[in-house]
């Protein structure tokens, strides 16, 4: 896949979208009744990425606080998202264990690569910080989860959504109608090639986490180093 190409396509389909009034909000952001959890290998920036990140987002917020936007501890790059949460999904149901063991053997043969934060890109429902990573290295791991999973008998929903192959951060989902809609826009083209700065990956984190992987209901169950 030509990530530049993706997400520039993303873009210019979903500001259309945007300036048409033919966004998705969330409804489920604020209910204290949402009970959909799974767990997720992903990969967590440094500070000095995030805080350039907040900066982008502390403008959005001057044009519009209704939105919801991803603090820092919050924000991350989804590897692979193992078991997608659903609605009554808890740890007591699985192995820890044994699903530990099977991203240490995908790790396997994996160094350490580089991703660089440039631009943002949006969906219908949100916006997005676009990542590129320097080589191939993430989508070999990947590779490796996807094999190494559907060859056990853990439960896993490994591809059921989409196939992840980006390497974006979601900062901003939409939870209501937007103000100021066109000064929002603005500032997303003003940013639309921004550099937020690249970091290299030594870290990855096994957690267990609901639909926004909000820091106060996530659990971290293991970290790897690469």
């Known amino acids: 896949m030509n990530l530049t190409e993706h997400y520039n ?10 300036e048409n009034e033919d966004y998705k909000t969330d409804l489920l952001i604020d209910s204290p009744n949402d009970r959909r959890f799974g767990i997720t290998l992903l990969i967590r920036p440094p500070e000095n990425i995030k805080n350039r990140i907040q900066v982008f987002l502390k403008d959005l917020q001057q044009v519009d606080s209704s939105q919801y936007y991803y603090p820092s501890s919050d924000i991350h790059i989804t590897v692979m998202s193992i078991i997608s949460c659903y609605e009554g999904f808890q740890l007591d149901q699985i192995l820890i264990p044994n699903y530990i063991d099977l991203i240490k053997e995908s790790l396997s043969g ?4 580089e991703i660089k934060y440039k631009g943002i890109t ?11 990573p320097e080589n191939e290295i993430l989508n070999k ?3 490796n989860l996807r094999i190494k999973f559907k060859n056990s008998d853990l439960e ?3 591809d059921k959504r989409y196939s992840i192959q980006t390497a ?4 901003v989902r939409f939870r209501r109608k937007l103000q100021n809609k066109n000064e929002f826009l603005k500032i997303i083209e003003s940013y639309k ?3 937020f700065g690249s970091f290299e990956i030594k870290e990855l984190e096994l957690v267990f986490n609901d639909w926004y992987q909000r820091e106060r209901n ?8 690469i």
């Open 141 to 143: 791991l990947r590779n």
């Open 156 to 158: 896993q929903s490994i």
């Open 193 to 195: 090639n921004a550099d």
């Open 110 to 113: 994996i160094d350490r690569f």
């Open 9 to 18: 396509e993303l873009y210019e389909s979903s500001i259309r979208m945007i």
């Open 122 to 132: 949006a969906s219908d429902s949100g916006i997005m910080i676009q990542g590129f």
């Open 168 to 171: 974006h951060s979601t900062a």
């Open 218 to 225: 996530s659990k971290l169950l293991e970290k790897f180093r």
